[in-house]
């Protein structure tokens, strides 16, 4: 039994400094962070890493700035694409231009200086020459200005073709010389005038080159 106890004693002594070796050997030691080629981290290299995270995160947020810009850009020229398009549905369509009213016909008195004033705008547009001057003189010399004044004693009336009217004209004279656009009647006022003036341009020049019975 002694024997047995100093061979246990003896084990137990033996073995002791191999566990106290293995048991220091599995001790769980600080875990130091190394780096991509498995050596320890050093000063340099956690400041290169803290260096590359802050670049990636300003990239970042660049990043996430012009995003930002562009997005609210983008919103904004939807916004005023859709204010112009309400701008263009709402804006009234313009009016047609309206139509000048037409001028309206130009009156004249119905005296003798009506007459005149109408035989001689028909005559400029006819080109026969005449002044009011030389178809008034002529008139008040040939009938007093009466548009139904009738010659019943002259060669043409005895040849039954009496003068009448403001400027005493024969009928066949009348037709010969009738102005187109007015009355196809001897004594109407302007038609008289306008084709004596008419008369008088062909074999006078004019009717202001008329001073006596023609």
Known sequence: MVASASCAAALALTAAPGNAET???????????VSANGLPLTAQDRADDGAKDRQVASSLTAGLKVTAVAKQGHTAKQAADRSADRKIIAAPKAAAPKAAPKAAPKRYADNLDGWIRESLDIMKAKRIPGSYEGLHRNIMRESSGNPNAVNNWDINAINGIPSKGLLQVIQ????TYHVAGT???LTD????ITAAANYAA????SIDNVNSAY
């Open 23 to 33: 048991t220091a050997a599995q001790a769980p030691a600080g875990v130091k962070p």
């Open 172 to 175: 066949p004279t009348f037709n």
């Open 183 to 185: 009355p196809h009647k």
């Open 189 to 192: 006022p302007v038609a008289n």
């Open 202 to 205: 062909h074999r006078y020049g």
